[in-house]
Every structure is written in structure tokens, then in C-alpha cells.
């Protein structure tokens, strides 16, 4: 029943080895295999092993590693976004930026306040808040993961050049975070966008697959923001709710050591500390499955909203040029051209169009299988859990009762 | 099945703690209380005319002291024992205060509460008694229960806390949910403060406990500002303070009051963190609950919104879940406060006594110094009239004398005595405690299975849900 309660959330458990299915359902495909293998957290930074398994005859050997950071990955996702040829899908939604300053800043606050606590409980302290950076660790290492497996699992963009050069070239790709005036451009860009979007949005659509998923996905995306926010609360403030730390158990074991029974509150202050181990896991496994489910998929659905205001602007710009035509033609000026702008307009759209359409059903299916997934695993984990505290108590209730 | 054990169990006092839930009550926890008593009869406390306030009742004979050798002040004779046999199956009291009634109008309102006494006891008039009390006839009684037998050495129950904000709401009327939770919450405090009371061997007989009560009508304690408990409580520590700061250090002889006293500051330290820590937990589960709440809505509207259709279910059921489960945390945050949070608290204020009743030792030891001291002087001042030629005032002196000597033997007498009783008030403090925090921590327990129960409950109706999503 205890078995693992020391390690942290078994990310990278025996079962997700294969197809890297830890949030998202993927198709597995033998010619492109890619995993992080190893990850080292260093000062302010952390590296990541891009390890790459391939039979593809682009790649110079079968299997290969590199070492890539954060930014990189950031500079692949974006370079994704940036390539007209890929409108019409869902861009994977890049990795969020590692974060250890909380972190960190509790472990520093341990080791400054190391005078003023025992031994003992610096020790216990110190292994919670390293189980507690181990967990968040794993899970960034993870979140890259996912966003390179869904790319190699994309039947076009696994092709992407880029992203070949990501994978192999051993050297730093010498990828810079944005200075300021880009990071301004893309504050306006967003800001256009938005604007812009919600004008496209307005546009009645006349396929009603996409005037469907147009709705839908608006609504989608602001119901599972909000589930994301307040499931994130929840957990976090189920990690308060533990029977007080060591000091608090210490002092009751004290304050009942003094008088004449002791093997009984021994054995509850030893109760509290299980169930305080397994309080932990729950919440760990709570945030694994539950929260982190939700803020994936707000990350997909922004993706996917982005794919169809693609296909809104490209609509808006083949309506724009069949207008334009039409003009022209009435004028009989620069009618060629004019003809020439609208037949682009149109294969634009329509190439757009078509593959959005998969990858709007193709993102359905994803989605409602990682739900099945996290949300069965969930139960599953909160029953063995709650099991192995109910067992704990049980026990410990038999003996103390019969304990007179 | 608990309250089939409880009523069985007919020779126990018990304790009700009733937490508030405002949907229904699903924990009635007993707490069973020390089963066995101390001597009722032996070493009844000496009666030193003292005042209390309202009407006296009749004083109890004063039985001669018998001053003992320090080795036969310890905490267990034979002879207590097979007293203690005797009394166990006469001593059977039940009380409960419940049903509070708010009485006037604004800020000249208060609350009344109902003090049912049930008791096969002698000492009381009839089997069952029923009688109206408002908070400061608590505190009233407790000033007079302090005020007779504090400087004796006994242990007096704490009357619970006053609170200015607490009363204030209610007196101004507001029914909201934090005012009705204060009245429940004083309303159990003056339970609990009430049995601890009877459950004292003395303060059971004593005459003011009696009246409180049995008889219909009180009257008004008066100045209970100045006397409530904590107020003592603050007076006798003030005098202690005052005592320490005096030049004269008490030669502690006896190592076990240095011990003890030793081992009561420890334990206040460190019960006051507990019960810091506690009170935090119920607040985080508290706001744990709310945001359980909070997440489950959102679930249902995420649920409304996804466009597959076993999804949705699922999603909607989990909601369902989840809300259950902030029931389950609203719950076990309220078993939290009633069970081990309030009763931290007592203790908390218990120990305060305990340590009262230290000070109140070395008060007397310092009275007993000075008396010694004065009694050197007289005879000082007698050796010396001895060779002046004066009768009169030779005469006075030896007078004086007589009644020093008299005043030092009167100060031994008390000190041995407030030092045995102290010595068995802690014996019988420490029993209490183990007892009390022992059937605590197993309600507690089971609390905490019961919640563990249901939650295996909602997952396991929960998982079929989730699988079923195609």
C-alpha cells in the first residue's frame, strides 16, 4: 500500500514509456521517435536531452541527443507560427517557461532558518521541499516533451526543417529570447489580433462545421480557463489542509509524552505523519491529472482558436479580392491582376480550410481521450489513496481501542 | 452504535460536543471524562471565611487538618484508593446547556441558555433540574469558585472567554451564519466548563455550584467584567509577578514542584503552537471547501460546454463529486474545531490555572516568611523591653508574640496544606488529561475514517463515469 509514497508524481512511469501519452493521445509512428531523456536543472536555467530515434532519410544517423533549452524550444514553436504553409493546422502549444522561484525561495528560506529547528525537523523539512522541486522538475521536462512529440507526430510538420535542425545540430542553435522592441511587436500583434478577431469572429460563417466549432470553441476556451484558475486553488490549498507539520505533531507528542501513556500517542503522532505523506501524493496526483489536464488544454484550444482566425482572416482577405475583382471587372482596369490576387485568395483558403477541418476533428478526438484518460487515472488514484489512509486509520483505530 | 456504548455506560459522565452544522448534526461526540473520582469525603478543603457574593449558603463543618510528615504527601494512600472504589458508583451527573434564546433588543440584549442537570446525587434536591442561565452568571460563578479556593491550591475550571465582537453581532441581530456559529460555539464551551466543574470532587459540593444549578432564580453576578476568568486569572498572575519580584526567593525543597512546575511551562509552550496550528487547519479547510465549491460550478460549465456528448456527462458527474466533497471538507473542518481545536484551547486556559495555583503556593510560603519574620522582631522588641521597666508594654509584647507564633503555625498549616493539595489536584489534572485527549483523538479518528468512507464512495461511483466516455 506504501509502496512509492516517497517519490514524486511518476511522470515518467514505466507506463508512459512508448507513445508519450501523459496529457494528449498520440499515434505512434516508428520513423520518428523523440523523447528528453535526460534533463539537468542548473542555476537559472535548465538543459534538456533531445534524444531522437529515426529511420527517416533526412537524418545523418538513426539515433542522436542534442542539448536544447527552454528558449529553443520557444524559437521552434514560434518559427511554426510565423510559416505561412502551416495556417491551416493546430500549432502544438509551446512548453510554459520552467519556474522554480517558488521553489527556491522556500528551500533558501529553509536553509536561513536552519538555526532556529532540530535536526530532525530540517531534515524532514528540507527532503518535502526537494520532493517538491523533483516534482515540478519532472513535470517541465514533461510538458517539453509532449510539445516535441506532438510535432513529430503532425504528418507535415514532423517534415519541418527547423525542426529537423532542432533535433540534430549538435551545436547552440545561439537562439536569442526576444529583446524589447520584439516583445513590443508582439504585444501589437496580439493586440491587432485580438481586435481582429473578434471582427472575424462576427462573420457569420457559411460552412456550419466551422460556424459550429467557431462557437463552440470560444465558449470551450473560457469555461476551461476558469476550471484551470479555480482546480489550480483547489489543489493547492488541499496541500494546507494537513494535520499539523512536524513541529505540530512534535508538540502534541510532547505535551502527551509527559503524562502517563505513551505508546498511545506515539502511535497517532506515527499515523499523522503517514497520512500527511499520502495527503501530499493525493494532491500531487490531483495536479498531474486534473489541473495539469486543463491547463494543456487551454493551451490547445488557444491554438485552435488561432487555427480558425487563420481561416477567418484568409475568408475575410477571398471575399476582399472577389470584391476587388468584381470592381475591377465593372471598370475593366488591372482586371488580370485583380483575377490573379483572387485565385491566390482562394487556394489559400481552401487549402486552410480543408486541413483545419481534420485537425478540428482530429483535436476533438485528442482532447476527449486525454479526458478519459486523466480523469479515469484520477478517480483510480483519489480510491487507492483514500484506501490507503482509510487502512492506516482503521489500524491504528484497532489498536488504539484496544489499547486500555 | 457510539450512543448505545455511551448510555451503557450509566456510571460516566459525558460530555456532549455537538458540532454545529447547519444542514444536520452528523457528529455527536461523547467525551468521557475521568470514570474515577477522588476521595469525595477525606481532606475536605478548610473553609477560610471568605466571601462570596449573593445570598451564603450554609458552610460545611471545617474538619480538622492533619499535618503530615512530607512523605506521606504523595499522591496515592491506600486508604484514597479504596475510597476512591466506594464513590465511583455514586458519582453519576449529567449535564447539558442548550437551546439559546436571545432575550431583549439591541445592545441590551443577551443570550439565555437551558442548564439541564440530571443526577442521582444526594447533595441535589431532585433528579433532574432545569434551570434559565445567561454568560455572566458563568463567569459570576466561576469568580466565586476562584475567589474561595484558588489560594487553597485547587484546580478551578476556567469559565470560558468573553468576546465583545462575538456578542456584539448578535445582540445587533445579524443572523448570519458567523453569529449563529459563536452561540453554538460559547454554547459547547459552557457545557464543557460546566462538567470539568462538577467533575471536581470539592467544587461538586460546593454551595455556589449547587445554586447555580438548581435554583430558579439568580442573582445578578455583578462586576463580572472585572471577574471573569480570565480577569482571576490575571489578578492571582499579577500577584504572583508581584511575589517573584519581591526579594525573597522561595528555597524550593521539594523537587517536585520545581518539576512540575518545570514541566506545565513546557507544556503551555507547546500546546499553545498546537493549538495555533489547529486553529489554521480549520481555516485552510475551511477555504478548501469553498474553493472545492467553487471548482465544482466551473466543472459543471465546462461539462455544459463540451460537444461530446459522454464527455460531458462525465464532466457533469465529476462536478457532482466534487461538490459532495466540499460537504465532506465543510464537515471535517467543523470535527476539526469542535473535537480537538476547542479542546486545545481549554487546556490551554487550564494550564493557565494549574500554573495560578503554582503561584498561589509561593504566595503562602511568602506570607508564611513574613509571619516568621515579624515573630523575630516581637521577640526582639520583647528581649529588649525585658530589661526596660515597663509591664504594660512587656505584657503586650508577650501578647503579640503569642499571636505571631499563632499567625506562623497558621502559615506552616497552610502551606503544608495548599502543597498536598496541589500535589493531588495535578495527580488528578494529569489522569483527566490523557483521559479527556485520549476519547477525543479516537472521535477525531473516526471522523476522519467517515470521511475517508465517503470519499472512497463518490470516486468509485465516479470511475464508471469516466470509462464510459467512448
Not at chain 2, 423 to 443: M, N
Amino acid at each position: 500500500m506504501q509502496e512509492g509514497l516517497d517519490d514524486g508524481p511518476d511522470f515518467l512511469s514505466e507506463e508512459d514509456r512508448g507513445p508519450r501519452a501523459v496529457n494528449v493521445d498520440l499515434q505512434t509512428d516508428a520513423t520518428l521517435q523523440v523523447d528528453i531523456s535526460d534533463a539537468l536543472s542548473e542555476r537559472d536555467k535548465v538543459k534538456f536531452t533531445v534524444h531522437t530515434k529515426s529511420t527517416l532519410p533526412n537524418f545523418k544517423q538513426n539515433e542522436f541527443s542534442v542539448v536544447r533549452q527552454h528558449e529553443e524550444f520557444i524559437w521552434l514553436h514560434d518559427s511554426f507560427v510565423e510559416n505561412e504553409e502551416y495556417a491551416g493546422y493546430i500549432i502544438p502549444p509551446a512548453p510554459p517557461k520552467p519556474d522554480f522561484d517558488a521553489s527556491r525561495e522556500k528551500l533558501q528560506k529553509l536553509g536561513e532558518g536552519e538555526g532556529s529547528m532540530t535536526k530532525e525537523e530540517f531534515t524532514k523539512m528540507k527532503q518535502e521541499l526537494e520532493a517538491e522541486y523533483l516534482a515540478i522538475f519532472k513535470k517541465t521536462v514533461a510538458m517539453h516533451e509532449v510539445f516535441l512529440c506532438r510535432v513529430a507526430a503532425h504528418p507535415v510538420l514532423r517534415k519541418d526543417l527547423n525542426f529537423h535542425v532542432f533535433l540534430e545540430y549538435n551545436q547552440d542553435l545561439s537562439v536569442r529570447g526576444k529583446n524589447k522592441k520584439e516583445k513590443l511587436e508582439d504585444f501589437f500583434k496580439n493586440v491587432v489580433k485580438s481586435a481582429d478577431g473578434v471582427l472575424v469572429a462576427g462573420v457569420k460563417d457559411v460552412d456550419d462545421f466551422f460556424e459550429h466549432e467557431k462557437t463552440f470553441l470560444l465558449e470551450y476556451h473560457n469555461r476551461v480557463k476558469d476550471a484551470s484558475a479555480k482546480s489550480d486553488r483547489m489543489i493547492s490549498k488541499n496541500a494546507f489542509c494537513v494535520w499539523p507539520s512536524v513541529n505540530g505533531v512534535k508538540s502534541l507528542t510532547c505535551f502527551l509524552f509527559c503524562s502517563l501513556i505513551n505508546r498511545f500517542f506515539l502511535k497517532v503522532s506515527e499515523l499523522f505523519e503517514k497520512t500527511r505523506k499520502i495527503e501530499a501524493r493525493v494532491a500531487a496526483d490531483e495536479d498531474l491529472k486534473l489541473a495539469d489536464l486543463l491547463k494543456y488544454y487551454l493551451r490547445e484550444s488557444q491554438a485552435a482558436k488561432d487555427l480558425l482566425y487563420r481561416r477567418g482572416r484568409a475568408l475575410a482577405d477571398y471575399e476582399n479580392a472577389n470584391k476587388a475583382l468584381d470592381k475591377a471587372r465593372a471598370k475593366n482596369k488591372d482586371v488580370l491582376q485583380a483575377e490573379t490576387t483572387q485565385q491566390v485568395c482562394c487556394q489559400k483558403f481552401e487549402k486552410i480550410s480543408e486541413s483545419a477541418k481534420q485537425e478540428l476533428i482530429d483535436f476533438k478526438t485528442r482532447r476527449v481521450a486525454a479526458f478519459r484518460k486523466n480523469l479515469v487515472e484520477l478517480a483510480e488514484l483519489e480510491l487507492k489513496h483514500a484506501k490507503g489512509n482509510l487502512q492506516l486509520l482503521q489500524s491504528c483505530l484497532g489498536v488504539l481501542k484496544g489499547d486500555t | 452504535s457510539n450512543d448505545a456504548e455511551n448510555t451503557a455506560a450509566h456510571h460516566r459522565n459525558t460530555l456532549q460536543f455537538n458540532t454545529y452544522s447547519h444542514r444536520k448534526q452528523l457528529f455527536s461526540v461523547c467525551v468521557t471524562l475521568s470514570e474515577a473520582t477522588e476521595e469525595v469525603s477525606l481532606d475536605s478543603p478548610e473553609r477560610q471565611p471568605i466571601l462570596s457574593d449573593g445570598p451564603s449558603p450554609v458552610i460545611t463543618p471545617v474538619t480538622p487538618v492533619m499535618i503530615s510528615s512530607r512523605a506521606d504527601v504523595f499522591d496515592r494512600s491506600p486508604d484514597q484508593d479504596e475510597d476512591e472504589e466506594e464513590n465511583r458508583d455514586t458519582f453519576d451527573i449529567q449535564i447539558s446547556v442548550s437551546d439559546p434564546e436571545k432575550v431583549g433588543d439591541g445592545m441590551n440584549a443577551y443570550m439565555v441558555y437551558k442548564v439541564l442537570t440530571k443526577t442521582s446525587l444526594s447533595i441535589f434536591s431532585r433528579d433532574e433540574v432545569c434551570v434559565k442561565r445567561r454568560f455572566s452568571d458563568f463567569l459570576g460563578l466561576h469568580s466565586k469558585l476562584a475567589s474561595k479556593y484558588m489560594h487553597m491550591g485547587y484546580i478551578v475550571p476556567p469559565a470560558p472567554e468573553k468576546s465583545i465582537v462575538g456578542m456584539t453581532k448578535v445582540k445587533v441581530g445579524k443572523e448570519d451564519l458567523s453569529s449563529v456559529e459563536f452561540v453554538e460555539k460559547r454554547r459547547s464551551a459552557l457545557e464543557r466548563y460546566l462538567l470539568r466543574t462538577v467533575k471536581h470532587p470539592a467544587l461538586l459540593k460546593d454551595p455556589d455550584v449547587l445554586q447555580f444549578l438548581e435554583s430558579s432564580e439568580l442573582p445578578r453576578a455583578v462586576s463580572t467584567q472585572a471577574l471573569s476568568g480570565a480577569g482571576i486569572l490575571r489578578m492571582v498572575n499579577k500577584a504572583a509577578d508581584a511575589v517573584n519580584k519581591m526579594t525573597i526567593k522561595m528555597n524550593e525543597s521539594d523537587a517536585w514542584f520545581e518539576e512540575k512546575q518545570q514541566q506545565f511551562e513546557n507544556l503551555d509552550v507547546q500546546l499553545r503552537k498546537l493549538h495555533a496550528s489547529v486553529e489554521s487547519l480549520v481555516c485552510h479547510r475551511k477555504e478548501l471547501s469553498v474553493n472545492t465549491a467553487s471548482f465544482a460550478k466551473s466543472a459543471a460549465m465546462l461539462g455544459n460546454s463540451e460537444d461530446h456528448t459522454a464527455l460531458s456527462r462525465a464532466l457533469s458527474q465529476l462536478a457532482e463529486v466534487e461538490e459532495k466533497i466540499d460537504q465532506l471538507h465543510q464537515d471535517q473542518a467543523c470535527a476539526d474545531f469542535y473535537l480537538i481545536s476547542e479542546l486545545l484551547g481549554d487546556y490551554v486556559r487550564l494550564i493557565t490555572a494549574v500554573k495560578g495555583v503554582f503561584d498561589q503556593r509561593m504566595k503562602t510560603w511568602a506570607k508564611c516568611q513574613d509571619a516568621q519574620v515579624m515573630l523575630q522582631r516581637k521577640r526582639e522588641a520583647e528581649a529588649k523591653l525585658q530589661h526596660a521597666n515597663k509591664p504594660d508594654k512587656l505584657q503586650q509584647a508577650k501578647d503579640e508574640i503569642r499571636e505571631w507564633e499563632g499567625k506562623v503555625q497558621q502559615g506552616e498549616r497552610d502551606f503544608e496544606q495548599i502543597s498536598k493539595n496541589i500535589r493531588r489536584e495535578v495527580g488528578r489534572f494529569e489522569k483527566d488529561r490523557v483521559k479527556d485527549f485520549r476519547v477525543v483523538i479516537i472521535k477525531y479518528l473516526e471522523s476522519l475514517v467517515h470521511t475517508q468512507q465517503q470519499m472512497i464512495k463518490y470516486w468509485e461511483a465516479f470511475l464508471p463515469e469516466a470509462k464510459a466516455i467512448a
